[in-house]
């Protein structure tokens, strides 16, 4: 198992940094051009001067400091270090997935929701989002999960004040944060038969805090108003592809991915914690709205598929004891698997 573990991990991160590699962002020349001027200028710009249609139209970079940094690293030659960071936040959260992987059916999940986010690898400021997302989902779901231990929500007030300042996207950890507080606490008042108001009064202040923290960027609370008028304009829909709804670009391996999530969530529903199975839906719904949402949906629901698959392995243990699987059924079996991980691999040509 580990070495399979290995290979599949290997295979994503390789597979990551050729992406990042060979194909270019088409805003990348955009950040770059940005970031330039703000180091020659020693601003942040307020208002679009590349745009020729748009004359004097106000504008929030909410990128701002990573255009910055990625001028900078262009100017002093060491460019090939973007393109590693860039693909270590890719590949983070499916190198601790890999690790926790228990058989062949966890890491092949693994691998196939790593070729689910494929079209959003590369040198691109989102990629640092999916990375900030992953890390506070993780330890939002070991507080009110595993161990109320304070220490994993106590650097989230830093944590969302740099990570307004990189991208837009710690609008979503601010929702999955207070997703994760309101389904335990109802799960807990459901359970307990009363309201934990004393229990949630830290998670709670760490969460306002947190937002509070996401004001200090050089727009303030604009840098909000732009994020909600993006998010709601009929125009970003229409326009730019990754924020149309999912159906309009489905491909096989995100297709066998929402399948394994929904027929898991189907069949094990009573068996998942409110906390997992509402953060794993939630975000499941926001990636049909908008395409872009769906490197997020990925980073939240593998501890959903991996419980589920652990069970699923436990009924088919006992459904073997009843009535085991003949040699010529096994083989079988084995077969379509194989053929269907080539089949997936083969697809993307890595």
């Not at 923290?213 to 909600?228: D, Q």
């Given at each position: 198992m580990l070495a399979i573990k290995i290979f599949i991990g290997v295979l994503i991160l390789a597979g990551f940094g050729y992406i990042s590699v060979i194909l270019i962002d088409p805003d990348l020349g955009w950040h770059v051009?940005?970031?330039?001027?703000?180091?020659?200028?020693?601003?942040?710009?307020?208002?679009?001067?590349?745009?020729?249609?748009?004359?004097?139209?106000?504008?929030?970079?909410?990128?701002?400091?990573?255009?910055?940094?990625?001028?900078?690293?262009?100017?002093?030659?060491?460019?090939?270090?973007?393109?590693?960071?860039?693909?270590?936040?890719?590949?983070?959260?499916?190198f601790v997935w890999i690790n926790r992987a228990q058989g062949l059916g966890q890491a092949l999940a693994v691998l196939l929701g790593a070729a689910s986010v494929i079209p959003f690898i590369g040198v691109r400021p989102q990629m640092l989002s999916f990375l900030l997302f992953f890390i506070t989902f993780e330890l939002s779901r070991r507080y009110f999960l595993e161990e109320e231990n304070k220490a994993y929500l106590v650097g989230f007030p830093l944590l969302f004040f740099v990570w307004a300042n990189l991208h837009a996207g710690f609008i979503a950890g601010l929702v999955l944060f207070g997703l994760c507080i309101a389904a335990g606490f109802l799960s807990t008042a459901l359970h307990n038969k009363k309201l934990p108001i004393v229990e949630y009064v830290f998670p709670l202040f760490v969460f306002l805090l947190s937002a509070a923290?996401?004001?200090?960027?050089?727009?303030?609370?604009?840098?909000?108003?732009?994020?909600?008028r993006v998010f709601f304009s009929p125009e970003t829909t229409k326009y730019i592809m990754e924020w149309q709804p999912l159906p309009s670009d489905l491909d096989p391996a995100l297709l066998v991915f929402l399948?394994?999530?929904?027929?898991?969530?189907?069949?094990?529903?009573?068996k998942?914690?409110?906390?997992?199975?509402?953060?794993?839906?939630?975000?499941?719904?926001?990636?049909?709205?908008?395409a872009r949402n769906l490197p997020l949906f990925v980073a939240a629901s593998y501890p959903l598929i991996f419980s589920g698959i652990t069970w699923?392995?436990?009924?088919?243990?006992?459904?073997?004891?009843?009535?085991?699987?003949?040699?010529?059924?096994?083989?079988?079996?084995?077969?379509?698997?194989?053929?269907?991980?080539?089949?997936?691999?083969?697809?993307?040509?890595?």
């Open positions: 051009r940005v970031g330039q001027d703000s180091i020659a200028t020693g601003t942040i710009p307020h208002v679009d001067r590349y745009t020729h249609t748009m004359p004097g139209f106000e504008w929030v970079d909410h990128e701002w400091l990573v255009d910055a940094w990625m001028w900078w690293m262009h100017a002093h030659q060491v460019w090939w270090a973007v393109i590693i960071v860039f693909t270590l936040c890719a590949f983070i959260p499916f923290s996401t004001f200090l960027n050089p727009y303030g609370w604009k840098l909000h108003a732009e994020i909600v399948g394994v999530v929904l027929v898991l969530a189907l069949r094990f529903y009573k998942y914690s409110p906390l997992v199975l509402c953060v794993t839906l939630f975000f499941l719904v926001l990636a049909f709205k908008s699923l392995k436990h009924e088919v243990a006992l459904a073997q004891q009843q009535k085991p699987f003949g040699e010529r059924t096994a083989r079988a079996l084995l077969g379509i698997a194989i053929l269907f991980f080539i089949t997936v691999i083969g697809f993307f040509g890595f």
